[in-house]
């Protein structure tokens, strides 16, 4: 690994050689570029010309602005430790900060070439970056950073094209508590799973990855010969990536089938009417004991559902997550989209027993709530643990016209007959899942409580809306304990006629959609 | 159990009491009703005077007249040991037997009142008949003997309303060996696989059985609980039928499939175009690993098929069966019928591991033929193993409109593009499962040559025919190494437009169709 150390010395050196800018207060090109007279060293002579990033420092082109306040504050307040930073920043005024914040934000810069890697090593990073290490409850990096890991949000940096160095000091100050852990903690919690050897190979890999990638997994074959076995519902693990056998049409139809699991949108367009993908609510591309997995559905099929009054094989039920999750239609029994994901279902389901359910099985159930669910405290709940990825709107983030963080309500959210639209349901899946990768940080209350706040809010009509509100209610939406459909928030009836669109007037999607 | 016993002496004596016949020669009713003149007494006094049979005396009203034919020969030789019977079939010419035997297949007989029961012996029987006991190797009775036992052939009496001492006789002289086996000495071979009592089971059962009825298993609650449980694909067992949870929408549907596999033309009426029913390739209703189980192909799919050159879902794997097999139209993936099949098939697979293949799935591998199969050599075959049931022209029986006996070609049988087209698949089904109860019979080059023979005769067109004969073979049919679809045979090109057709006009369908 390359690493370029400056002492703070240098700095103080260099601050002699700029002279002040002239007339009109400096602009944050200008910050960056000349520095401040006397008390700030140009940021060129860390960050590159371009800030394009080099050795332990970071690339800093097309970070969000507010990250990069963010992160000026805590290098000023010393909470990120950093000698040199925190003289630089506690010498910027917040104007000064937040114009060098917006010029970053808004420039670009070329790669630099990466560092040599091994093969090993970057498969391993790969591996992390797109696929996460869920058995230590770690969420794939491009999960929040993006599939390009070009940053999921104002709070969710950027990653690819970092200089290695800088990306493995990061992680590793992150893992060892030296850096503030972010919202919510959760890079010191995630990074305090892996070891040493795991964030080298992130950083190396996030670092590799250029502005035409998409983070993929390498799906090298493994040394040690897989062979499926029969398997106990109890104790059921899906069977590794290696074991997929190589091009034969069936192992075509399971990678069809996790293509679509994982960005739905893009691989089973005609389908779906919304941004969301398969794996929002099924964590892991369906692995996950606690998040619905997909596995655990396939023996139980065909099976009578309530919902619709009538037997349903799996073909018929995966429809009903594009009809009703998707919002949008179900693909045709014969469709190759569908036909995939039965593929891809079957594969992960190797060795379960036909007709046993397994223990894990939709989410685990969740405690009834001690106080009835209150949107008011899910509201504060939501403000505090949820918005810093999915948006004060909660409209979550898109990056290049792929969503990154999902949308929980407004137009391109689930629909008011998608299961999730039933608080009980909702409120099982957060406490068991959310916050993505600190999983636990909800009280059951909080979770119930910003379920009801989530799933009270304008989403797109239940497709079979029949007659009126008050027809369909009575008709669908009888048997859950705490849902909202045709009740009245905000002076508007949930899933009346024109909710959504006046709520959609006043919240814009995010940009980057 | 009732018996009658009139010893010899009595028929003597009875002889002196008719008057011969004045006048013309004396009809089939006649020699029924008054016996042939101080020769043979009148039937009438032991099977009564409709012929509706008592006690050890058979019900003879409505029996096929080439069986009964076949009887009194027996009784003449003494092959079926019977001192009255041997004196009066002795007595009575060929043209005297003939006439009362047509007599009596034309007649028909009000049922006596069956004799008292217990429920259990019953039920036991309703197994039997309607079920077999295939882990001993025996079919259903009602498999050959028709759904309501009322006949399935020339060589197949109806069993329904003989006296129970009767049916229990006979069955244990098959047992026995004290009457003959019946043609194949399939009677012979299934009576002794089962024991006294359930032979007695089956007779009470067969006894009991009205006009309006059909045989129907009893589907008592076992006293013993039984639950799902993972098993091995190499060693696997479907859920006992009592394992069907009562009166929920998902054993409806296990029994509604059920129902389609056993009399398909009846319950799957829109999406079939012959009269075949599934279970007449999946013997066991699917269960028989031997006959290309249901069960096994739960696990597999979905699966690619080279046949369709796609992924194919076990529902769309389903559909082909009617589409070729059923030579009708494919249901569509949500219809009742196709959502009863997968999940009767789903509920057989209860406990196999999925993805993992098991070892009995399709027909057991057969060796290769010595000889090139020939059908020459399988015309003989036929005649000698498979006429009896399936007629000379393959066509099977009929009893009041549902078929007993399959056609295995002409215009009611499986079309060209069915896999049971192939000699292979149909020699691997032959060898493994037929004849029907009496498995094991035909040496592995019979089962060739009997295959070549039935796959070489007209069977209904190709549903991928495109263009001409030989553009469909070059494009289907040459995956094969033993096939004739395209070839001529007898002077016509098989599955060219007209040969079935004018097969059809000289070979008319069986009665009661």
């Known amino acids: 690994m390359r690493t370029l150390i400056v002492p703070p010395a240098a700095i103080v050196l260099l601050l002699s050689c700029f002279a002040p800018a002239q007339g009109a207060p400096p602009s944050g090109q200008d910050i960056y570029r000349l520095g401040v007279a006397e008390r700030v060293a140009s940021c060129v002579v860390c960050h590159g010309a371009q800030a394009e990033g080099v050795g332990q420092f970071p690339r800093l082109a097309g970070l969000p602005a507010s990250y990069i306040v963010d992160q000026m504050q805590a290098y000023a307040d010393g909470k990120r430790p950093n000698p040199v930073m925190r003289a630089i920043a506690g010498a910027l005024s917040t104007a000064q900060i937040s114009a060098v914040a917006q010029y970053l934000a808004g420039t670009a810069a070329p790669y630099l070439p990466a560092g040599p890697s091994s093969p090993t090593l970057l498969a391993a990073g790969a591996r992390l970056v797109a696929l996460g290490k869920w058995s230590a409850g770690v969420p794939p990096c491009r999960d929040c950073h993006g599939p390009a890991l070009r940053g999921g949000g104002p709070a969710l940096p950027g990653l690819a094209g970092q200089p290695e160095a800088y990306l493995f000091v990061q992680l590793k100050a992150f893992h060892d508590g030296t850096r503030p852990g972010g919202p919510l903690g959760l890079m010191a919690r995630i990074a305090a799973r892996l070891d040493s050897r795991e964030l080298a190979a992130a950083a190396a890999y996030a670092s590799a990855l250029r502005e035409d990638q998409q983070a993929e ?5 493994s040394a040690t010969t897989w062979r499926p076995r029969p398997q106990s519902p109890e104790h059921f693990t899906p069977p590794p990536d290696f074991a997929l056998p190589a091009d034969t049409e069936d192992a075509g139809a399971v ?30 591309r369906g692995r996950n004991p606690k998040s619905a997995p997909l596995w655990a ?13 009538t037997i349903n094989s799996l073909a018929m039920r995966i429809a009903d997550c594009f009809r009703y999750s998707e919002n949008g239609t179900a693909p045709p029994a014969d469709s190759p989209e569908l036909l ?22 939709g989410y685990p159930a969740l405690a009834a709530p001690v106080k009835t669910p209150d949107r008011a405290r899910g509201a504060a709940v939501y403000a505090h643990d949820c918005a810093v990825c999915h948006g004060a709107t909660g409209q979550g983030s898109a990056f290049a016209g792929a ?5 929980l309500w407004g137009p391109q959210s689930y629909n008011w007959g998608a299961g999730m639209h039933s608080v009980d349901n909702a409120a099982a899946f957060v406490y068991a899942n959310m916050p993505h990768g600190a999983a636990g940080l909800l009280s059951v209350q909080q979770a119930w409580d910003v379920a009801a706040w989530i799933d009270s809010q304008p989403r797109p009509q239940d497709p079979r809306f029949t007659e009126s509100v008050e027809k369909t209610r009575e008709l669908y939406h009888k048997s859950h304990v705490y849902e909202f459909y045709g009740e009245t928030v905000d002076g508007h009836v949930l899933g009346a006629p024109g909710t959504l669109e006046a709520w959609s007037q006043e919240n814009p999607l995010p940009s980057g959609e």
């Open 217 to 221: 997994p390498a799906r090298g074959r």
């Open 255 to 284: 990678l069809l089938g996790e293509r679509i699991f994982d960005n739905t949108p893009r691989y089973a367009a005609p389908y779906t009417g919304n941004t969301l993908s398969c794996r929002n609510c099924h964590t892991d």
């Open 297 to 309: 559905a396939v023996p139980r099929y065909p099976m009578y559902r309530s919902k619709n009054r």
């Open 340 to 361: 995939a994901l039965l593929t891809y279902a079957n594969w992960l389901a190797t060795g379960l027993p036909i007709g046993i359910k397994p223990s894990a099985s």
């Open 403 to 407: 969503k990154v963080i999902p949308a």
